[in-house]
């Protein structure tokens, strides 16, 4: 689902972003709804990509000490390591909404929408993050119940 989306994304994203180039160029004429649109497409972009990289656990990351351990204390890194995750997260959706509150009166101009749209994509995303580092923590734990290390 996700994949769908950030490709839908895409495509919404390149079809902005040509018919801001040809109008301006072409036409002499930018429509006023194209470069929001590319605008606020690579805002959701960016933030669901972030939480697809959560999911593939493709992200940024010094692994010299999880790399060096076996056993359950590789496993207690890794759900420590999901926490801190999930925290991020956790603050991400409580930041992001109270930011969604604060803007949801103003519009985005060119495409006559509440700027809470906007804001909406790191909540959004983060709550996606949250179950995936959830899902991550859970994953970890499954091999080390009943091992005794």
């Given amino acids: 689902m996700l994949r769908l ?11 902005s972003v040509i018919v801001q180039v040809i109008g301006r ?12 649109t590319a605008a606020l497409t690579l805002t959701w972009l960016t933030f669901l990509g972030a939480a697809l990289a959560v999911r593939g656990d493709e992200n940024l990351a010094v692994t010299l000490l999880p790399d060096r351990l076996r056993g359950c ?9 999901a926490f801190c995750g999930g925290l991020f997260a956790w603050v991400l959706i409580s930041a992001g909404y109270d ?4 803007v949801s009166r ?3 101009i060119g495409l006559d929408l509440s700027a809470a749209w906007l ?5 959004v995303a983060a709550i996606f993050m949250l179950i995936f580092h959830l899902e991550t923590a859970l994953r970890a734990v499954t091999p080390c119940a009943g091992d005794g290390k």
């Fill in 5 to 15: 989306a950030l490709g839908v994304g895409m495509v919404i994203l390149f079809a």
């Fill in 25 to 36: 160029y072409v036409f002499a004429y930018t429509p006023p709804w194209s470069e929001v």
């Fill in 73 to 81: 204390a590789r496993i207690a890194v890794t759900i420590f390591i």
């Fill in 99 to 102: 930011q969604m509150a604060i």
């Fill in 106 to 108: 103003a519009r985005i």
């Fill in 119 to 123: 804001y909406a994509s790191a909540p």
